[in-house]
């Protein structure tokens, strides 16, 4: 309920600093001739013009910090959706590092490069193909429900997720671990372009 209020507070002040934007344009394209007038009339001096191009240069200025406000939050907010699919999709991938943690021997986490060689290579046991399959029937939902993030974020990030989407559907059919491993490396190849893709 609060992100939803936060969202319409945050669409108020767009249509409101919209508004303004417009106000200047209109008000600046319309200064020269207005000037002329005034001072036709009257000494520019006595008038409320200067005040009035004081304001709007204020003004200008406000609209441009909240501008870059806007933009630190939306990026902020991307990062923090991109985070969150990844963080649901290493969900699937886990057991797979931990297979590999095991036999490097090491407490670090394997990168995904390191993972898809060994699945590749090596292949699956019969076993842990089985669980892979299991946990991707079982996530394979959330992961759609979550497919609005990707959109939030940009087009490229959100064809990405609809290709690991796809190969995570294509998993919950596997029967062999010879198809779990095609399907695991194509899976992989995806998930890193997911991470090496920017948020701008």
């Not at 963080?87 to 991938?93: A, R």
């Not at 193909?129 to 959100?158: N, P, Y």
């Not at 690991?164 to 059919?173: A, C, K, P």
Request: hydrophobic share 50%; glycine share 4%; net charge negative.
């Amino acid at each position: 309920m609060i992100p939803s209020i936060m969202g319409r507070h945050l669409s108020f002040m767009k249509g409101l600093v919209a508004l303004y934007l417009i106000f200047l344009v209109v008000f600046f394209a319309a200064a020269p001739f207005l000037t002329l007038w005034l001072y036709a009339e009257a000494d520019l001096s006595l008038t409320l013009l200067p005040q009035l191009i004081g304001f709007c240069l204020q003004g200008a200025f406000l609209v441009v910090v909240f501008a870059i406000y806007e933009k630190r939050t939306t990026l902020y907010a991307k990062r923090s959706h991109k985070l969150a699919l990844r963080s649901t999709v290493s969900f699937l991938i886990r057991p797979l590092e931990c297979a590999e943690r095991q036999d490097m021997r090491e407490s670090s986490s394997p990168s995904m490069v390191q993972v898809r060689w060994e699945v590749k290579e090596r292949g699956l046991s019969d076993e842990l193909a089985q669980k892979l399959v299991q946990d991707a029937r079982m996530i394979l939902v959330s992961l759609e429900s979550l497919t609005i993030l990707a959109a939030q974020i940009d087009i490229d990030h959100l064809d990405l997720w609809g290709r690991i989407l796809n190969r995570i559907h294509q998993l919950t059919g596997a029967t062999t671990s010879g198809e779990v491993r095609d399907i695991l490396v194509e899976l992989v190849d995806i998930i890193i372009e997911f991470d090496d893709l920017h948020v701008y």
